[in-house]
């Protein structure tokens, strides 16, 4: 039996605390299942946002999206995730990635490092962050135990193979460097890459007692009754596609709702995805779709 759904949103703006509140609330009115912050200079704080976010709601779990593990020290994250834990009354999940900006990390003053080092840096954050919340002794305690569910996104080989190692929830990006850009410039992968990510990260999870679930952001909704007129204008603007791979990759939903129903119900079919990630501009927009797919 494939796995249900779940619909995340990630909010990425704050204009003022109720504004803010008001917000969660009505994604939690729509349906979505995880209020989602993610991890970028210039965005709300991730875990005073989440706290708001589960204080002004009552269904919804909480999770970061993702957090840049170069922003953070270990032992000084764990803290922040079990209380942020006790606080929400165990509706954390923890997302987790190295960070694409090397400009955010320049500002901070942080170290940006190779792509190795970046990577070798989250594996000991997912390591230490195991031993510390695993450790009865640790003070503050998480709700969940051992630890929240923890979700791991990338695609390059040793990131697909730390999620099948640790993660309850492989979220795959579906983006790269644009060739020729600034660092951090991402375009989209077209469908058959992303099919070969998802592939190889099978196979270093075959191992696994329990299959993770499978995370994907949605990058557009568009909703429209000419969807090769859309994928057009998509293509035109660069993004990495042309109009036949925009209609067939699952980071972009182009139709009617239950046309966008349809597309993630053969995207869960090819890659697994079950847990779809929106960007709060779409968060009315997707609503319909979120309906069209409720409790299948």
Request: proline share 8%.
């Amino acid at each position: 039996m494939p796995r249900p759904f779940r619909f995340g949103v990630n909010l990425l703006t704050l204009e003022a605390g109720d504004s803010w509140r008001r917000k969660c609330r009505r994604a939690e009115e729509l349906g979505y299942d995880v209020l989602l912050v993610p991890d970028h200079l210039g965005m709300p704080a991730p875990f005073p946002a989440l706290i708001a976010a589960a204080e002004a709601t009552e269904r919804p779990r909480v999770g970061t999206f993702v957090l840049n593990a170069g922003f953070w020290n270990p032992a000084l994250l764990a803290r922040e995730v079990a209380t942020t834990d006790a606080l929400t009354g165990g509706r954390l999940e923890l997302g987790l990635g190295t960070g694409y900006v090397r400009a955010e990390h320049e500002t901070a003053g942080l170290p940006w490092g190779s792509p190795g080092e970046r990577v070798d840096h989250l594996v000991r954050t997912v390591e230490e962050l195991d031993r510390l919340l695993g450790d009865p002794e640790h003070v503050p305690q998480p709700a969940q135990r051992p630890r929240p569910p923890l979700l791991i996104g990338g695609n390059g080989p040793r990131m697909l193979r730390l999620a099948a190692e640790h993660a309850e929830i492989a979220a795959f990006t579906g983006g790269r460097q644009a060739p020729g850009k600034p660092e951090g410039t991402l375009e989209l992968m077209p469908a058959d890459e992303l099919a070969a990510s998802v592939a190889r990260y099978e196979g270093y999870a075959a191992g696994r007692p329990e299959p993770a679930e499978r995370n994907i952001l949605v990058q557009q909704v568009r909703h429209t009754h000419d969807r090769r007129a859309v994928a057009r204008e998509i293509a035109d603007r660069h993004v990495g596609l042309d109009e036949d791979q925009a209609l067939e990759v699952p980071t972009l939903l182009i139709g009617t709702p239950r046309q966008m129903a349809e597309q993630l119900r053969e995207h869960r079919e090819r890659f697994g995805f079950s847990y779809l990630t929106v960007l709060d501009s779409a968060l009315e927009e997707f609503a319909p779709v979120l309906e069209e797919l409720r409790g299948s």
